[in-house]
């Protein structure tokens, strides 16, 4: 029988810590086993325990058995296979991309999230040769195979203003807004620190707000935070609100961006551990 949830979550040191960018040991183990989060993103699992689970993991994929649901594999492969006629050193300067020779094939290299990845039309390696799972590769993939050629508009529109994107501005504000919101309440010089280390930069701006930046969390898909904080005196918890150029559904669709709303909250959560 597959490794199930609780089973993996008693392996974990159960401390909540947030390091691996999720805010529970629990979230986490959810993440190992639903969407193939690789369990050594732990920077404190147990060596043994983790080889353990390694090991078991591996066995379950040769066996058949994902760790991640088969509709994840499935749109990965679905995606790789509208970008097999494309021409990647085309594309790359429009998708803020640089190109390499991988085995003799191009490679276009994309930061996502302050990471650099190699994204072949059949493989992505992470240039830091750190940890990256399967939907990760979907949100590389997705955003070549956009194949956006359009300039930035810097017009900045929210969420409810993309066409066809009001019903997932729920998942957005709980999967992304709330989580940095709550991570961060009374912190905000730590907000800051995280994200200058994502190259973030707070260009003038006529804002109530205490604090907002510009980040890239893919090169063609700048997001607006802005970041008010919570008052306990009058019982007003920290909010967050993220803006996006007008052009971002030309490079990603929503669910994906959806998607690189929550994988921005949980690199933000991982940086503030380190
Ligand atoms: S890093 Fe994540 S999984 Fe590991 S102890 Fe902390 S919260 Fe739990």
Redesign the pocket.
């Known amino acids: 029988m597959a490794l199930q949830i609780l089973e993996l979550l008693k392996m974990?040191?159960?401390?909540?810590?947030?390091?691996?960018?999720?805010?529970?040991?629990m979230a986490?183990?959810t993440h190992v086993l639903r969407e193939g989060v690789a369990p050594a993103v732990?920077?404190?699992?147990d060596s043994p325990k983790l080889a353990r689970v390694e090991a078991i993991l591996k066995e379950q994929e040769e066996g058949g058995v994902t760790a991640f649901p088969e509709h994840f594999v499935s749109a990965k492969k679905h995606v790789i296979s509208k970008i097999q006629e494309y021409d990647l050193k085309e594309l790359a300067p429009f998708l803020g991309a640089d190109v390499v020779q991988q085995q003799d094939r191009d490679a276009l290299v994309i930061p996502l999230l302050g990471r650099r990845y190699a994204v072949s039309k059949d493989e992505v390696t992470a240039l830091d040769g750190g940890e990256h799972d399967v939907w990760e590769h979907v949100l590389l993939y997705n955003y070549i195979a956009q194949a956006c050629r359009e300039p930035l508009a810097g017009k900045w529109v929210a969420m409810g203003e993309l066409p066809g994107a009001l019903a997932k501005k729920k998942a957005f504000e709980e999967g992304c807004e709330d989580v940095i919101a709550g991570a961060f309440a009374g912190r905000v010089e730590d907000l800051h620190e995280v994200l200058l280390k994502l190259g973030a930069s707070s260009p003038p701006m006529d804002t109530n707000a205490e604090f907002h930046a510009v980040f890239h969390p893919l090169p063609r898909i700048p997001f607006l935070l802005y970041f008010w904080d919570e008052d306990r005196d009058d019982g007003f918890p920290a909010k967050v609100k993220i803006l996006f150029d007008a052009t971002v559904l030309c490079y990603l669709d929503i669910e994906s961006l959806v998607f690189l709303g929550e994988k921005t909250a949980q690199r933000l959560l991982a940086l503030k551990?380190k």
């Open positions: 974990l040191p159960r401390t909540n810590c947030g390091d691996c960018g999720y805010l529970t040991c986490f183990a732990c920077p404190h699992f551990g």
